[in-house]
């Protein structure tokens, strides 16, 4: 594999940047609430500034509506997130097309940083557009990627901006790159714990990682198709209708389903009891692995020399239908980083390592939870295009 990392760039020295970034972090009251994904773009940043390179900002928030400029969308309280960060004042320019925008950015100086304003303010950003590209592509010198997270979609300022610019890997996009790609040449056995609550996502993924893994242990509400086809009452719980034939034609050869699970007779979590699938009634909703799933999959993990996590075990928004993804957290984070190499990614499983300060003992937590699906599963990558080979 080759990875053309910005870190190879001969004559980078005082080079105008424009660079990618993926800041897409809860806000409330205008603050970050988590800054996990701007702490892991840092190294690109200050990689930069080491350089003296003058560092123009892209990165999208939320979905907002291109015709109508709503302040929540505004990456104003990431700038001043950055600001703290850094120790370095950052500019928001609001509209980068016009003379104002177009004035601060001529007369940025070296090691000078700015920020555009919200990428997909701009109509041609999600449709990939190529005049979209252009014009960003007309800012700078050099164009690097450093959003992972962002690399499954085709968008103006992620993949059609490649072919009008000298383009790069960010520090954070290539060790994205070079950590699942280990986990897809994984040192076996290779165990696969895949969660959450829609199959359709995680398909093509199952797919692939099927020809490779030792085991692939599924829970969360992924696990109720595969109950439903094989004749379990599962009650009033979640199931994807659509889906129901994938469940059913998938070889099982290597496949792990929970042999119990927690249920209630209340969608707000009262009345729980511990059932095996067949004690599964008509008023019950199952929203969690049980004890005896939990044994089943720890001894998988604990025979694993490569684990791969994407996905709850559980109704996570819940706490009390947290413990099977808290359990087996801890068992993952206590097997990497020593025997066995980890690769973890998506929202809740991350969330739960962090819960448990552990997140520091996973050899590798992706800061993308759609884009890691996508390459593990082998699917194309228009981010990565022309920057990994």
């Given at each position: 594999m080759k990875i053309k990392s910005i870190n190879h760039y001969k004559d980078l020295h005082g080079k105008k940047v424009l660079l990618r970034v993926d800041f897409n972090v809860p806000i409330k009251g205008g603050k970050v609430l988590d800054d996990y994904r701007i702490l892991k773009a840092l190294d690109t940043i200050n990689f930069l500034l080491n350089h003296d390179c003058k560092i123009i900002l892209i990165t999208h928030l939320g979905k907002p509506n291109p015709d109508k400029r709503e302040e929540q969308f505004s990456v104003k309280p990431i700038v001043r997130k950055l600001t703290?960060?850094?120790?370095k004042k950052i500019r928001v320019i609001d509209n980068f097309a016009s003379l104002a925008g177009g004035t601060i950015l001529g007369k940025m100086k070296a090691g000078e940083i700015v920020m555009l304003e919200n990428i997909r303010y701009e109509k041609g950003e999600l449709t990939n557009?190529?005049?979209?590209?252009?014009?960003?592509?007309?800012?700078?010198?050099?164009?690097v990627n450093d959003a992972f997270s962002v690399c499954h979609r085709a968008e103006a300022s992620v993949s059609a901006i490649k072919k009008y610019i000298p383009s790069y890997a960010g520090l954070l996009l290539e060790q994205e790159v070079l950590s699942l790609n280990k986990a897809l040449h994984p040192v076996d056995p290779l165990v696969v714990l895949i969660g959450g609550a829609k199959i359709k996502t995680k398909i093509k993924l199952i797919?692939?990682?099927?020809?490779k893994a030792h085991r692939v242990m599924i829970g969360g509400a992924l696990a109720n198709n595969f109950f439903k086809v094989d004749g379990f009452n599962v009650g009033k719980s979640m199931i994807d209708k659509e889906y129901l034939d994938f469940a059913k034609k998938l070889d099982r050869k290597n496949i792990l389903l929970p042999v119990d699970v927690v249920v209630s007779a209340s969608k707000t979590g009262g009345d729980i009891k511990i059932r095996k699938l067949n004690e599964i009634t008509d008023r019950d909703y199952i929203f969690d692995i049980g004890p005896e799933t939990i044994k089943l999959y720890a001894h998988e993990i604990k025979k694993a020399k490569t684990i791969i996590w994407n996905g709850p075990m559980g109704f996570f928004e819940i706490k009390i239908f947290k413990t099977g993804t808290m359990a087996l957290a801890q068992y993952v984070a206590a097997r990497s980083k020593g025997p066995t190499f980890g690769v973890v990614g998506g929202g809740e499983t991350v969330e739960a390592l962090r819960a448990l300060k552990m997140e520091y003992g996973i050899d590798w937590i992706s800061t993308g939870g759609g884009a890691m699906l996508s390459y593990l599963g082998g699917e194309k990558m228009p981010g990565l295009e022309g920057l990994v080979s």
């Open positions: 703290q960060l850094l120790g557009d190529v005049k979209l590209a252009k014009k960003l592509a007309k800012l700078a010198e050099v164009y797919k692939n990682l099927q020809k």
